[in-house]
């Protein structure tokens, strides 16, 4: 869905008055730049002239179910954008654009969306706000909802004026306003080329997902590696495009580009922008010469996200409409924005620029950011070997992350830790690890090994007298070769004799309780209690 803040383009204080629906009917264009196709569009008024105000457009739900909800979400959208900026609308005008299908006319187009119009109408009664008018636009001519007298809305419809004779086209010329096609049109300047060019396309994304996926999860150093090539790259390409400006029409223009920019080298720049840090370097190409060679290159690369890679195109599709939107051309950012969400609705950085283009932020701040950003990263080489120096990013890119999204959480690497390039290991899911260092062994089967909190065995005299021994010796006086302490309760009254013979019973009754397949026998624990116990054997 797009909501529109201000008229198109931005040309001035320029009024005009429309007295009739066959002249309101010929301004919708020129209030959103394009001509709408297959769209629903509504636009707010305010005050006693009905001056025009915030707008929503959306693309007509093909289910008739989802109709009501639709426009009740509409409502709410254009209700409370313009309370935002402007207060609250005093009405409403409504439009339904959409092509008559193969076997029917205008007039069997508008009877099919009546039941749209008609839950529109509901919506905007719920909030108070009264529809001032309600046109149906179809197969060049325009049908009321409101009014039902014969005499100004004939039942077989009014044809609409020729493009550029209206009073709106005329004004739109002197004001400068540029006329940029229908919506259709707009998006074909984006949509992924078909046919024999479309496989040669998979295979150089595939041989690319190949060569560069390994490189970019392998290590921070080489991943960054990967974003400096591919940032060369576009540069190249994009001095390239400068030595050739556009000719003819727009299909015309395209076209040219498309044969400047091979396969290959699209592959591995769309590969590369995945990568959320490369994408942010390249949104700063965004004025001047540098930024109009830029858009040519984010519309053929997106154009170049063919068959299964379709999602890739979330991330040239954003920088496009960010870089139209940067030199003024707003409708078509509002169409870039548009379809990367239609591709993603979860990408981050296209929802934020969408929101922004569409409640009038000022771009200058958008562009600050970004001038700080180059900088700030301009300055980081100079600090990378004090003690002063900020640990390397790396995005966590690889098959958990959707294709396209590039909204993955920070790696952060301490500079200690820092892979020097010719020392990196190329790590496979089938790689072994390398040698351990001396001792990780038996630090490794200490943690995967577990005591019980309870013991299997009854507790008996053998039990407490591993407890005894486990506990280091206590020596009479505390000098050097005392005798140790003779135990307690037993040594007293026993003689050597006894003492042997119980010692005798005793290791009998452990081993037997340690045999294998003895009852109460757990396998490994008397390897367990021996290391826990430091080695000190019963």
Partial sequence: MTNHSDAAGHPGDQTIMLRSAAELADALPYLLGFHPDDSVVLIAAHGGRRRFGGRVRLGIPDEEEDWPSIARQLVLCLAAGSEKREGRPDGVFVFLCRDPREGEDGQRVMQRLRPFAEALRDACGDHGLPVEEALCLSDGRYWSYVCQDARCCPVDGTPLALRGTSIAAATAAYAGIQMRGSLREMESRFAPVEGRSAFGLRRALDAAAVALTPRILTSPAESEHVADETLEAAERIMARLRAAPPRGGHGEA???????????????????????????????????????????????????????????????????????????????????????????????????????????????????????????????????????????????????????????????????????????????????????????????????????????????????????????????????????????????????????????????AASRRRRPGHEGHVPGLGEERQQGEGGVKP
Avoid at 279 to 295: T, V
């Fill in 254 to 508: 395209d076209a040219r580009d498309d044969r400047l920019l091979g396969h290959r080298e699209a592959a591995e720049l769309i590969l590369g922008l995945q990568v959320r840090e490369t994408r942010d370097r390249a949104a700063e190409w965004m004025e001047g010469d540098e930024a109009k060679a830029a858009l040519r290159l984010w519309r053929a690369l997106a154009r170049r996200c063919a068959g299964p890679y379709a999602e890739y195109a979330t991330a040239p599709l954003t920088l496009a409409g960010w870089v139209a939107w940067s030199l003024g051309d707003e409708p078509e950012a509002r169409v870039a924005f548009g379809m990367a969400l239609r591709l993603d609705p979860d990408y981050t950085f296209a929802q934020l620029l969408h929101r922004a283009c569409n409640e009038g932020l000022s771009v200058e701040s958008v562009r600050s950011c970004l001038r700080g950003q180059r900088v700030t990263r301009a300055a980081e080489p100079e600090a990378t070997d004090g003690p002063g120096a900020r640990p390397d990013t790396v995005r966590q890119f690889g098959p958990s992350s959707r294709p396209g999204t590039g909204e993955q959480p920070d790696a952060r690497v301490q500079p200690d830790a820092r892979v020097q390039p010719d020392r990196d290991r190329q790590l496979t899911p089938d790689a072994e690890p390398g040698p351990a260092a001396p001792g990780a062994a038996s630090r490794t089967r200490s943690c995967k090994t577990h005591r019980p909190a309870t013991p299997p065995w009854p507790p008996g005299p053998d039990s407490r007298r591993r407890k005894r021994r486990s506990r280091p010796p206590e020596r009479d006086g505390g000098g050097p070769g005392a005798r140790p302490k003779r135990e307690s309760g037993r040594s007293g009254s026993e003689g050597p004799g006894a003492r042997a013979q119980r010692r005798h019973r005793d290791s009998g």
